[in-house]
């Protein structure tokens, strides 16, 4: 009997640098990340203390023209540990891996179209399994119109993942990445596709405090009234905010992180970042859109519940390899979850998620919103953690 | 219909789902927010909309992979199956949308679980959402179309028509091309409605509309703006031809007679053009030329058409400076009243048409021709007629000692209609002391073609008083004669028109000599207008018409020229004209100032 051995030649390299000169991080990084070989696909994710374009150069001196996405972070995620200020960089490669990127600058409002638009690069792609990976900028309107505007092209075949980009937490402005283009207010995206199943986890993690409440009064990402009662005050009162945060946006945001806001969905809650608060006009501002009219529940969470949801994500990427082994895992954790664990328990995070991979490669990014729509036609999250396990 | 829980998750759903579907302005986006909404709210992988046997929207399926016969299978009861990817099993509900436009499904397909309860509910409760939304809009629509359509001719009125013609000048600005504006006015469409009433006119709109529409481009808007005023957009217009060439076309288009309730009418149209200059010229701007030009052709020519030129606007200030000076003519004593002679084969006078002038206090004596048209618009004529009737019976008082003279005098269609028009005729003989057996009462074919019974019943008294009648301007006007049976009149006028030309072998003649020959036939004495030249009135005595009107005789004249020319005459019948060797032109002696014939 003959037994044939199928070697797979996939592979997924990460290369990470904390170097403080963009150029060198980004060479450094890349250099490790393909390991001599040619990528077909790059995936970079950088702090936004970076000169971008002076880190993109690097990188390209090592890989030449590889096709690369990327974004600004609120933190970098590598199988070292979470980092700050650095630079993690993703190669994917070999036989039976292909991958098309595309871009496009989202006009205001045109959010779907845009997304319809960068969708497009998953159309004609050949190969049993397909994921479309897609970077968006989380300050930059209802990211829920995102998926609606790829799920249009792609419809259900093609599952999507991704998150939004950082910017270190100062909520001003984020940077995309497409080849050696530093783009900003963009969706940025690549169509991969697989002989090998490709995974999909997500968790969050959080828990309702208190009753329900009515939105009764809303407009996109903009809360304005809860229970009829102006949205900030109805926060500040029933989460007990106390000290600076009542008073100070920045101090108030940092709270927030912890604390974000649950929509009624069918599946029980989704997860609205809260972003900041109008002291003026006592409104709340999330990352997502909050419905008017529907029920919702301010949420908490601690570092158990946060790290259980971590287990359990990388545990359903995983299960969905149909028993091949991961060679690599892509994560996108919101820096909510990061605000509960702190840096000990980020590191915490940071080796299960390691552990899970069986030593498979590890990169990923603290986002300000996450993307994972694997059933159904919703896939925008907050505060949620999404792992990409490739095999 | 069971209804959803209280305060449960789908509550919350159907209030969002409400919330964003009933604010889409078409059914489009209407259906596209709604099967989007409909999805997520339970998850669902695929969601359409299908209607009257096709997908009118759907999401689930990339672009060109759409199962369209499998959807609508599935959404009509027929057992379609489509596959999800990823999915072993699903589940499928179906909901009609009750839209009472189409028959129209909403389609949700989940992978994994069945639809609870609760969900199907849900569902059901989404798609009549839909459904009220979709009949919203609808209403909205039919509502809006009401609002912006003339509803007897269905064409856009003129909010819409300003609104197009907006538009228009504003692409045509930006393609570089012109815009032409038809501005359409019915001609004597008022006679339609006064004398078979309304809704014999609302079926003459109708018709006009209809063959207006059908001589024009698909692409051209035709407008009722108001009455019987329409008007035609034409875009793209590269040349004034272009404009004029749809004019022509419906004036032909017009020209065929109208039949309603039984009867046949010809109605003609005036037409005014303009034609944008690329400048930044206003909707309203255009239109005004264009009915500025129409009235132009209602002026010189009904039935025809004119283009707008700038020096119009000053002929209408002129206009306006006319109708107000008329306005107090008649108080002012501005009107004279003048005298042409209708004489007999050797230029006997026995007869008088009295015949209006204005003394205009600077423009000096103006002719019919020069103001009657405004004093019409005006709604002056009337009075100017009976200030002439009034003026011509206490002059012809002073010459009643001549024997055999009568009095012509013209009455407008105004005057006819009023309702005490006999009473005030038979007043002003009484006033006056004119016997009633000397007043010849003109009047045209239009007048008499009017069909109305209180209009008979009125010249029946007159000529129970032994007033009697004249056709005036024979054959130009209607050509059915069948009034003639109804009005038997006791004097036919051959118009200017065809005497001119009686010596040549053309139309014009021909006509002449019928009207002659019918007129003879049924007895009624002819008189010749506009008799200019020897040659003519040789035709018409040999042709035997026995009565003449012209310049070849005498000019119009005042009332004391024909004092002095009766005078001269010493009791016998006054003589104009001799011989066929000379002219004996008394009146032109007399007379101050040229004027032309009536």
Redesign the interface.
């Known amino acids: 009997m003959t037994v044939a051995t199928i070697v797979s030649t996939r592979w997924l390299g990460v290369g990470s640098s904390a170097a403080v000169d963009a150029s060198s991080a980004g060479r450094a990084a890349a250099v490790a990340a393909v390991g001599g070989k040619t990528a077909k696909l790059l995936i970079v994710f950088a702090s936004s203390i970076y000169e971008p374009q002076a880190l993109l150069d690097g990188i390209a001196e090592v890989t030449g023209g590889a096709p690369l996405i990327g974004c600004t972070t609120a933190g970098e995620i590598a199988a070292t540990g979470p980092t700050d200020h650095g630079v993690v960089v993703v190669a994917l490669g070999g036989e039976g891996f292909s991958a098309r990127s595309a871009s496009a600058v989202a006009v205001t409002g045109q959010l779907r179209d845009a997304s319809a638009k960068v969708a497009e690069c ?2 004609g792609l050949q190969g049993k399994h397909k994921a479309l990976l897609l970077l968006s900028d989380g300050l930059g309107g209802n990211q829920e119109e995102v998926i ?1 505007g790829a ?9 999507l993942v991704g998150g939004c980009a950082g910017d270190d937490l100062k909520m001003q402005q984020t940077l995309q990445f497409h080849d050696r283009a530093v783009l900003r207010g963009a969706i940025v995206g690549a169509a991969i596709s697989s002989d090998a199943p490709i995974g999909i986890g997500v968790r969050h993690g959080w828990r309702r405090v208190g009753e329900a409440m009515l939105v009764t009064s809303s407009n996109d990402n903009h809360v304005y009234l809860l229970d009829d009662k102006p949205a900030l005050d109805t926060y500040l009162e029933k989460l007990d905010v106390r000290g600076d945060a009542r008073t100070d946006p920045a101090a108030f945001t940092q709270f927030a992180i912890t604390h974000p806001l649950g929509i ?4 029980g809650e989704q997860v609205r970042f809260v972003a900041g608060a109008n002291f003026d006009d006592r409104s709340l501002r999330c990352i997502a859109n909050v ?5 919702a529940w301010f949420m908490e969470g601690d570092e158990s519940s946060v790290l259980e949801a971590t287990d359990a994500a990388c545990a359903d990427a995983i299960a969905a390899l149909g028993g091949r082994e991961p060679i690599g895992f892509v994560a996108f954790d919101c820096i909510a979850r990061r605000g509960v664990l702190g840096t000990t328990g980020i590191a915490q995070e940071v080796e299960r998620i390691s552990s899970h991979a069986q030593g498979a490669p590890v990169a990923g990014f603290y986002t300000y919103g996450e993307i994972a729509r ?5 896939g925008f999250h907050n505060q949620t953690l999404v792992v990409l396990a490739l095999s | 219909m069971t209804t959803l829980p209280v305060g449960g998750w789908s509550t919350g759903q159907l209030a969002e789902f409400l919330a964003v579907v009933s604010v889409s302005s078409d059914r489009r986006s209407a259906v596209a927010a709604a099967i989007q909404r409909a999805a997520e709210a339970i998850d669902a992988e695929v969601a359409a909309v299908v209607t009257s046997g096709a997908v009118e929207a759907v999401i689930g399926f990339g672009e060109g992979a759409v199962p369209h016969a499998a959807l609508v299978d599935a959404a009509t009861g027929r057992g379609g199956s489509f596959d999800i990817p990823g999915a072993e099993r699903y589940a499928t509900m179906v909901a009609p949308l009750d839209d009472f436009g189409s028959r129209s499904h909403l389609l949700l397909a989940r992978s994994g679980s069945d639809f609870t309860p609760e969900e199907r509910i849900l569902i059901r409760a989404m798609a009549r959402t839909l459904g009220l939304t979709l009949r919203t809009l609808l209403r909205t629509k039919d509502e809006m179309r009401a609002a912006l359509h003339d509803p007897l001719t269905e064409f856009p009125n003129r909010a819409l028509f300003l609104d197009r013609l907006l538009h228009a000048l504003a692409a045509g600005v930006r393609r570089g091309t012109r815009v032409a504006v038809l501005f359409i006015d019915l001609d004597r469409f008022k006679l339609v409605n006064d004398s078979l009433g309304h809704a014999a006119g609302d079926e003459v709109l109708k018709a006009v509309a209809r063959r207006v529409r059908g001589v024009l481009r698909e692409v051209d808007t035709a407008a009722r703006l108001g009455g019987d005023e329409f008007a035609i957009l034409v875009e793209d217009v590269n040349s004034q031809q272009a404009a004029t060439c749809v004019a022509e076309r419906i004036i032909l288009a017009l020209r065929a007679p109208f039949s309603v309730s039984g009867k046949e009418f010809l109605i003609s149209a005036s037409i005014g053009i303009s034609i944008s200059d690329g400048s930044a010229q206003g909707p309203e701007d255009l239109i005004g030329n264009a009915d500025l030009a129409m009235y132009r052709s209602k002026t010189e020519a009904l039935g025809s058409y004119t283009v707008f030129e700038r020096s119009m606007h000053v002929k209408l200030v002129e206009r306006v400076d006319l109708e107000e000076s008329l306005r107090s003519a008649g108080p002012r004593g501005e009107f004279r009243v003048m005298y042409q002679p209708i004489v007999g084969a050797h230029g006997d006078v026995h007869g008088l048409e009295a015949l209006v002038r204005w003394a205009h206090p600077t423009l000096g004596m103006l002719a019919p021709g020069q103001f009657l048209a405004v004093a019409e618009e005006a709604g002056l004529i009337a009075d100017i007629g009976w200030i002439v009737l009034d003026q011509a019976c206490h002059d012809m008082v002073g010459w009643v000692s001549h024997p055999l003279l009568d009095l012509n005098v013209n009455f407008a269609a105004s005057q006819i209609t009023q309702s005490d028009f006999a009473d005030r005729v038979i007043a002003a003989l009484d006033r006056t002391g004119l016997a009633p057996g000397r007043l010849i009462v003109e009047l045209t074919e239009t007048v008499l073609m009017q069909d109305s019974e209180a209009v008979v019943e009125r010249l029946r008294l007159l000529r129970g008083h032994g007033i009697r009648f004249a056709v005036d301007d024979f054959g130009l006007g209607y050509s059915s004669l069948r009034y003639l049976l109804r009005f038997p009149v006791d004097m036919i006028k051959i118009p200017k028109t065809f005497i001119d030309r009686l010596e040549t072998d053309g139309p014009e003649a021909v006509i002449a000599r019928a009207i002659l020959k019918f007129a003879e036939s049924l007895g009624i004495p002819t008189v010749a207008e506009g008799v200019e030249t020897p040659a003519a009135l040789a035709v018409l005595r040999e042709l035997g018409c026995p009565a003449y009107q012209g310049y070849l005789f005498a000019r119009p004249m005042t009332a004391t020229a024909v004092t002095e020319m009766l005078t001269r005459a010493h009791g016998a019948p006054a003589v104009v004209w001799a011989n066929d060797a000379g002219r004996i032109d008394v009146a032109a002696a007399l007379q101050p100032a040229a004027s032309t014939s009536s």
């Open positions: 998953a159309q609606r799920y249009s092209v792609v419809g259900a075949a093609v599952p009624s969905r069918r599946s419905p008017q009219g529907g029920l694997t059933r159904g036609t919703t």
